[in-house]
């Protein structure tokens, strides 16, 4: 019986389920929140050169970290940033920086990369490159390891939120939906929200989720026990008065 | 100092309530005419307290901790996870395998956010300040992480007492750190 | 009518209450001694100590209340004896199961037995389902006995007349007593929080059997346990208010009270402030929406508005400049009313989230509870047992007597109460079996504390004595 009760639990909960994440990745998103980044000298496709706090100043960044010849999670990352963000469009909230970590890189790289994710000339990514990047790199806690069997990097598939002051206001690594890229835009747009939850494989039931978009709590299914009580009682209260008003007209009727 | 006035004002209106009630007892001691016009003095009461609690309620609703300094941007972040029995500081993220924590050491005058979160049970971060006085808290739940800013604006060693009962050492669980 | 059954059921459930009470009591002043330093327990006895003492505590007097409501329920509907009886048998077998839960298993999660501590096993392995399951028990005989009540009176009075709607308009037909619609509206209340312990207890056996499979949300649970942990204490208090609406004016020998348009108003908005109010328990988690942070404060405050509006207001209007006879019952009725208001201004400072933050989980917390209980709450029943046991025997307590039982309650309370709103301001935290050296003034009070809740004691075990003696006449009248 309880077998049953905790199947049918565990069958409504399923959307409710959030991303599975490894401990060291939700660690690594906690470091180097509200310090400065480094302001590096940045050549941008199709810009006139500019330094990172004149780019960041105009509006707020979300920097991504990757390199042209990258045979890995780079493609991917950038093809599922620029979908998640399509609905984006026209929003001048943010501005994603595209950054070469690879020396070997150069602007016709950079710009062929535009133009194959087809963002050439899009007003909300930049593209580019900078002489600075292990400095640039440092101030993130970016850490790419080259590998010289296979002639990669290894390294995160690492987005870094940064303000208009240049203050990394949030990291998310990984591959992430539309609510985490709304928390990271929310926080460079120095939104405060007083608390966030741990990713967390097996918690079903709760109260409520933050949406960004909205700044405000969804109900989630935990909030169907906190009020189910309160229906039950007065659903209980009318099936009994209903059920013994038999009894309630017959005591009337003798009075 | 808060802490006194929330004292002073409970005894005041305790004393009210006392001389109230004691008043009223003796009363009934004397004729037997009853209080005239019940039904105007219930509305007149009733009415007062209203306005009372109103303002009360409209004063310090604002004042409600969750998004003080929201539109400052921290100069530290200090990063807390609370265990059975014990407090991990770090400036650095915890690792939940290996947690760890720092001596920490805070610029006076400057927001600071402090990112709250336990490892196992509910716990409490209470901050205490040199004279032993409750200056802010937060709760640090399993599972999520609580944002807690605060200005401290006396320097000195304050130390960090946890106020959610916990378990058999929960009275010995505590740390601290400098602001200079 | 009474019949006999009911005399002697009731009788029984004063003595079992009264008894716990008195051994409550008494871990109480073993765990402020322990503070003081003048005892030395392990702390894992002082926490166990704390837990069965408020869990004995709060089950004793909502079942006082109960019983009460239930005896002078039977004036107007006849109510069910075997609910009553499945409630005391399921009462005295939970209440023995924790008792040897935390004594003997060294079950320590304090009576809030907030998540996930419970799981986290620190004590014997039984102790943790044991705990869980006599919970249950306890849930489930309540459960029977107040829909049981609800279901006598609404063989009597249709939905709205229970709920005295028809109060609104003028002359209604059928008239609502004022017991019956606040007893109403009570149980309702106590109903739903116990569906929502219910909902609590399949969560936690279903995280205990899923062996890690399925984890609950700490703060769905949180919300959860104060749910039903804060609304049933509530509705004690307001169990023994019905009490009072119903016995103050015969007691006096005046004439009865009668349900107004204000009444059936306050004692409806009541029942919404009263299944809200308990938000007021999670401002600390910054966790918690903002919205229901607010909710909780404005509900809290709203919910002393028809309490001091209406009740406290009649209780005045009942003796003020009116000759009124003065018996010990109604003395404890009114001193208690006089404590209830107290504990509220406690209740309504903690329950502003601006002062919560300086306030939460100190000892200002414990301060404004005990209030309500020791000079409010147990005091209205006190003053239905011994208004009960008079009815049947002779020898009433004198009105020397009378005057220094009241006297010791009240200095007794006070002076222990009193420690612990200093301590609150103090900023010394509840719930701690020692206190860190730099809490100078901790231990002192601990001690001033344990002195004054002894000097509590003497009355009530006057009282304890001179009462159960009459009720075991009512018992067992042959001898």
């Known amino acids: 019986m309880l077998k049953n009760i905790v199947s049918l639990l565990l069958i409504f909960s399923f959307c409710n389920f959030t991303d ?85 890189d150069n602007m016709n790289d950079m710009h062929r990369l535009a133009q194959n994710l087809g963002l050439d000339g899009n007003e909300q990514w930049a593209f580019a490159i900078t002489e600075n990047i292990s400095e640039l790199t440092q101030s993130v806690s970016f850490d790419p390891v080259w590998d010289s069997a296979r002639q990669q990097f290894d390294h995160d598939a690492l987005l870094v939120g940064i303000n208009k002051e240049g ?56 909030l169907i026990f906190l009020a189910l009580p309160a229906v039950l009682t007065a659903s209980l209260l009318i099936s009994i008065s209903l059920l013994v008003r038999r009894s309630r007209r017959r005591k009337v009727h003798l009075n | 100092m808060q802490q006194s006035s929330i004292l002073l004002l409970f005894f005041f209106l305790m004393g009210i309530a006392l001389i109230v009630f004691t008043y009223i007892y003796l009363s009934s001691k004397k004729a037997d005419q009853g209080m005239s016009n019940p039904l105007k003095k219930r509305f007149w009461f009733f009415l007062i307290l209203t306005i009372i609690m109103g303002i009360f309620a409209s004063v310090t609703i604002p004042k409600s901790p969750y998004f003080a300094f929201a539109d400052k941007t921290p100069a530290k972040v200090i990063h807390v996870a609370a265990i059975q029995f014990a407090f991990f500081l770090s400036e650095k993220a915890i690792d939940r395998e290996k947690p760890s924590g720092q001596q920490i050491e805070l610029p006076v005058n400057e927001v600071i956010e402090f990112r709250v979160t336990s490892f196992d049970v509910n716990h409490g971060f209470a901050i205490y300040d040199e004279s032993n006085r ?47 | 009518m009474e019949s006999k059954k009911l005399k002697k059921i009731t009788a029984v459930w004063i003595i079992v209450v009264l008894t716990l009470f008195v051994i409550s009591i008494v871990l109480g002043i073993l765990m402020r001694l322990n503070q003081g330093g003048v005892l030395h327990h392990a702390p894992i006895t002082f926490y166990s100590n704390m837990t069965i003492h408020g869990i004995t505590m709060i089950g004793i007097w909502f079942v006082a209340g109960m019983a009460g409501i239930n005896y ?24 023995l199961m924790l008792w040897a839960v935390t004594l003997i298993g060294k079950f320590h999660t304090a009576w809030t037995f907030l998540y996930p501590l419970p799981l986290r096993v620190m004590w014997a392995q039984w102790a943790t389902p044991v705990f869980l399951v006599a919970m249950s028990i306890l849930t489930t005989g309540w459960l029977i006995w107040g829909i049981s009540m609800m279901t006598q009176v609404l063989k009597k009075y249709s939905i709205p007349q229970a709920f005295a709607w028809q109060h609104f308009k003028k002359d209604p037909a059928v008239k609502t007593p004022p017991f019956i619609l606040i007893s109403m509206i009570t149980l309702v209340g106590v109903v739903t929080c116990l569906l929502v312990a219910v909902v609590l207890m399949a969560l936690y056996f ?75 328990h999670l401002y600390m988690d910054f966790v918690q929406p903002e919205g229901f942070q607010i909710v909780g404060q404005i509900a809290s405050y709203m919910a002393s508005l028809p309490a001091a509006a209406v009740t406290v207001f009649s209780v ?71 208004w009960f046991s008079i009815q049947f025997t002779d020898k009433v307590v004198s009105e020397k007597f009378s005057k220094l039982i009241l006297s010791l309650l009240i200095i007794g309370g006070a002076g222990f109460l009193l420690a612990f709103y200093i301590g609150g301001a103090d900023s010394i935290p509840r719930r701690f079996s020692n206190y860190p050296a730099e809490f100078t003034t901790a231990k002192p009070l601990a001690n001033i504390g344990a002195a004054f809740a002894t000097i509590y004691l003497i009355p009530i075990l006057i009282l304890f004595y001179n009462i159960s003696k009459r009720c075991l006449k009512i018992l067992f009248p042959s001898s």
Not at chain 1, 70 to 91: A, M, R
């Open chain 1, 20 to 104: 599975a994440q490894t401990t060291s990745a939700a660690l690594k998103e906690e470091t180097n929140i509200y310090e400065r980044v480094y302001d590096a000298p940045l050549q941008v496709v199709g810009q006139q050169s500019a330094t990172f706090d004149e780019l960041y100043a105009q509006r707020p960044v979300i920097l991504a970290l990757i390199f042209t010849r990258c045979t890995g999670i780079c493609n991917p990352f950038l093809v599922k940033l620029k979908e998640t963000l399509q609905f984006k469009d026209g929003d001048n909230s943010f501005r994603v920086l595209v950054l070469s970590f690879d020396p070997r």
């Open chain 1, 167 to 222: 203050y990394i206001t949030k990291k998310l690594i990984g591959l992430r939906e539309r609510g985490d890229l709304d928390l990271l835009i929310g926080s460079i747009n120095n939104v405060f929200v007083p608390t966030y939850r741990l990713p967390n494989q097996n918690m079903l039931f709760s109260c409520f989720n933050y949406d960004p978009v909205t700044g405000k709590n969804k109900p989630g299914l935990g």
């Open chain 2, 134 to 180: 409750l200056i802010t808290q937060t709760q640090a739940m399993p599972g999520y992480v609580n944002r807690l800013r605060y200005k401290f604006e006396e320097p000195g060693k304050y130390n960090v007492l946890c106020l959610e009962y916990c378990g058999v050492a929960h009275q010995l669980m505590r740390t601290s750190f400098v602001v200079k």
């Open chain 3, 72 to 95: 002078l329920m039977e004036r107007y509907v006849k109510t069910s004896y075997s609910a009553n009886l499945i409630a005391l048998i399921l009462t005295v077998i939970g209440v």
């Open chain 3, 206 to 280: 279903a995280e205990y059997f899923s062996k890690g499979s399925f984890v609950n949300d700490a703060l769905l649970m949180k919300n959860l346990t104060y749910f039903f942990g804060h609304t049933i204490a509530n509705e004690m208090l307001y169990l023994g208010l019905a009490v009072i609406y119903e016995l103050f004016s015969e007691v006096g020998e005046k004439p009865k009270w009668k349900t107004t348009w204000y009444v059936a108003l306050a004692w409806n908005f009541t029942l919404i402030f009263i299944l809200t109010a308990f938000l007021h």
């Open chain 3, 316 to 386: 005045w209007v009942a003796v003020y400049r009116i000759k009124i006879k003065w018996t010990l019952t109604n003395l404890l009725f009114f001193i208690g009313v006089a404590g209830w208001v107290i504990g509220g201004f406690g209740a309504v400072i903690d329950a502003t989230i601006s002062n919560n933050i300086v306030l939460h989980n100190t000892q200002w917390v414990p301060a404004h509870f005990h209030t309500y209980n020791i000079l409010g709450n147990v005091l209205f029943s006190l003053g239905f047992f011994y």
